[in-house]
T-cell receptor, first 113, second 111 residues
Framework: NAGVTQTPKFQVLKTGQSMTLQCAQD?????MSWYRQDPGMGLRLIHY???????DQGEVPNGYNVSRSTTEDFPLRLLSAAPSQTSVYFC????????????FGSGTQLSVL | GESVGLHLPTLSVQEGDNSIINCAYS??????FIWYKQESGKGPQFIID?????DKRQGQRVTVLLNKTVKHLSLQIAATQPGDSAVYFC??????????FGAGTRLFVKA
């Protein structure tokens, strides 16, 4: 079982470039989410989805777009990268109930120059 | 304990001792609490959870205590091992769909 798979593992962008961070899960989980983790800090919720076709904003949604066309995939798009978006990004999923633990991917380290 | 900032609080313990990691949560409406462990270069991994209708829950070598009166959560690790060295996060779940994380505590185990 692969669990939650994130690609790429590392990425360097120039300011203003766009890119998509990929996230896929093979556990048939309804709930998926994206977090960013900055040095010495906890994880902050960017966007989440409770099922295909449904997304909502988290704590820090500005500068990021998401969509959920399938249960398996939840890509995160940066339309115009900024240095403030330099961070480690984690995708997580859960079966979807109110009291469910999150399963995390191994992260994408993004640097914006 | 946990605090917001650039430098993680660090707890250093001797191998074999018990560890206690503390967390203050912010939302009195939170009804589900989770502890995660994050090793270097990896994503967080679930350790143990507790619902607000309980004040204690035990797992294998770990115990979580919840004090709703003062909005405090703690993680106790018995007989701490070098493999327990990691960053530990508490997280609170509000409304079912948003899991909010604390800043984390770094546990360092001395052999």
């Amino acid at each position: 079982n692969a669990g939650v798979t994130q690609t790429p593992k590392f990425q360097v962008l120039k300011t203003g470039q766009s890119m998509t961070l990929q996230c896929a899960q093979d556990m048939n989980h309804e709930y998926m989410s994206w977090y960013r983790q900055d040095p010495g800090m906890g994880l902050r919720l960017i966007h989440y989805s409770v099922g295909a076709g449904i997304t909502d904003q988290g704590e820090v949604p500005n500068g990021y777009n998401v969509s959920r066309s399938t249960t398996e995939d939840f890509p995160l798009r940066l339309l115009s990268a900024a240095p403030s978006q330099t961070s480690v990004y984690f995708c997580a999923s859960s079966p979807g109930g109110a009291y469910e633990k999150l399963f995390f991917g191994s992260g994408t380290q993004l640097s914006v120059l | 304990g946990e605090s917001v900032g650039l430098h993680l609080p660090t707890l250093s313990v001797q191998e074999g001792d018990n560890s206690i990691i503390n967390c203050a949560y912010s939302n009195s409406a939170s009804d589900y609490f989770i502890w995660y462990k994050q090793e270097s270069g990896k994503g967080p991994q679930f350790i143990i959870d507790i619902r607000s209708n309980m004040d204690k829950r035990q797992g294998q070598r770990v115990t979580v205590l919840l004090n709703k009166t003062v909005k405090h959560l703690s993680l106790q690790i018995a007989a701490t091992q070098p493999g327990d060295s990691a960053v530990y996060f508490c997280a609170e779940n509000t409304g079912g769909f948003k899991t909010i994380f604390g800043a984390g505590t770094r546990l360092f185990v001395k052999a």
